[in-house]
């Protein structure tokens, strides 16, 4: 925007330049030429005084004038006489019979422009007739002059305006970039303050400056802050609330159907009881899942730096008695930190386990589940990879969808794969499932790496 800005106002003033340098350029080489022109005909008219007096003074005074004129200038002055009229003291004419003295002679004053033969090169020329005292032509006088120091000094007219021009532009351009930043500076505060909110900084605000419509804006998203970030509280607390009260009489339950399953000797007594406690434990399952979506949705807290390599390792360590009882291998491809990427606190932890425990659940004994994660230009590429049976391609997309269970997970709550794209997209990755090389499935995520400029810790 600051460089449309710029370039708009130096067109303006280009424009404005144009329209005030080139007329004005013109009028003054329109009038060089006139005064040129208007010079030689004073100097002709009073050459022609002289040529017309007859007498021997006069003619030595014009071939004086004549003389002085070639010494003094690049020009030349030239008289000739009527046929029958002796020249006198006059020297010669050069090209005697050129277009000029042919209408001076004929009582008519000319200005030719062209090639002048008495100069050897372009230009113009001025012939005014001679009269005497009764009004009959007796000669001729012709001035002729150079174009080359008129086109010299017209030159020097545009050039000095075209380098003003261009120095105005220059100066122009700068005061344009400055005056642009000034105006953009509150818009460039503002998309700040946007980038901040995406990333989950609800307590950000921007200060309300500038013209009417930007204070305007920013006073709407200050107020559009303060109302998210009212609404995510209350979300939180709701959460909060519904975890406890959920949580509470499903547990009291299951203890009491334990306790009925302890004191029960009927066979078919004890399996009800069973069947009833099966269903509590999958209504656990599903109200914590229920929960941790919605915890998801809510959490707008912002990315920091996370070293994907450290997690992994810390989350097998947690499911590595899991992974031996089912006697699959958990594996981390490559050593050291790994590279970091860009993920809000406690998401990658609870993405791995939602995969680690679908995976641990379909995967074979003697199976494996590794991991990887690779730089990939400004993304951090991870994947989670078991050897189940997997999923069909017409059906992986669906597998994100709340409450879908495949074949391979009739007891699931389906909200696991739901969960972990709901985490993924809110640190602006992305998700997509592939079929593993040897069969299986494999859990493809790209999240954000980070750089020099990124955020450590959001801000």
């Known amino acids: 925007m600051i460089r449309q800005l710029t370039v708009s106002y130096v067109v303006l003033v280009a424009v404005a330049i144009v329209a005030f340098t080139v007329p004005v350029a013109w009028v003054l080489t329109e009038q060089l030429s006139d005064d040129a022109i208007s010079a030689a005909r004073r100097e002709a008219d009073t050459a022609a005084l002289l040529l017309a007096g007859g007498d021997t003074p006069s003619q030595r005074a014009l071939a004086e004038l004549m003389a002085a004129y070639r010494r003094q200038t690049p020009g030349r002055l030239d008289a000739v006489t009527v046929a029958g ?29 062209g ?16 009269r005497d005292t009764s009004g009959a032509v007796v000669g001729a006088v012709r001035v002729t002059y150079p174009s080359a120091p008129l086109d010299r000094r017209q030159w020097q007219i545009w050039g000095f305006r075209a380098g003003l021009a261009v120095a105005v532009l220059i100066a122009a351009a700068l005061a ?76 009291a339950l299951r203890l009491s159907l334990d306790n009925i399953a302890d004191a029960a000797h009927d066979p078919e007594l004890r399996e009800d009881v069973d069947q009833a406690s099966a269903e509590v434990i999958r209504m656990s399952r599903l109200v914590n899942g229920l929960l941790a979506l919605a ?29 031996g009882e089912k006697e699959v291998t958990l594996d981390l491809a490559g050593s050291g930190p790994g590279p970091a990427a860009l993920i809000t606190r406690g998401h990658l932890e609870q993405i791995l386990d939602n995969l680690f425990a679908n995976a641990l659940e379909v995967s074979p004994a003697g199976g494996r589940v590794w991991v990887t994660a690779v730089r990939d230009g400004d993304l951090v590429r991870v994947t989670v990879t078991d050897d189940g049976p997997g999923i069909a391609p017409e059906l992986r ?48 995520m790209d999240f954000r790496a980070v750089t020099p400029a990124s955020p450590r810790n959001g801000g």
């Open 85 to 113: 009229r002796p020249a006198g003291a006059l020297p010669a004419a050069a090209d005697p019979g050129d277009r000029a003295f042919t209408r001076a002679l004929a009582g008519e004053p000319a200005v030719v422009w």
């Open 115 to 130: 090639r002048q033969a008495s100069l050897g090169e372009e230009g113009f020329a001025v012939a005014v007739p001679a």
């Open 176 to 251: 344009g970039m400055v005056f642009a930043r000034r105006v953009t500076s509150p818009l460039r505060d503002l998309n700040r303050m946007a980038g901040r909110l995406r990333d989950g900084d609800l307590a950000v605000r921007v200060e309300e400056t500038g013209p009417p419509e930007v204070r305007t804006l920013a006073r709407t998203l200050n107020t559009a802050a303060e109302t998210i970030d009212s609404l995510v509280r209350s979300q939180r607390t709701f959460i909060a609330n519904a975890s406890h009260q959920l949580r509470t009489p499903l547990t």
């Open 295 to 323: 915890r998801a949705e809510g959490d707008v807290s912002a990315p920091e730096r996370t070293a994907v390599h450290d997690v992994t390792r810390e989350r097998f360590d947690v499911w590595r008695a899991a992974a």
């Open 397 to 444: 997309e669906r597998a994100f969808d709340r409450f879908w269970r495949g074949d391979s997970r009739p007891g699931g709550s389906g909200l696991g794969l739901a969960i972990v794209r709901q985490l993924v997209e809110d640190d602006g990755g992305r998700i997509h499932l592939d079929a593993a090389a040897g069969g299986g499935l494999r859990v493809v």
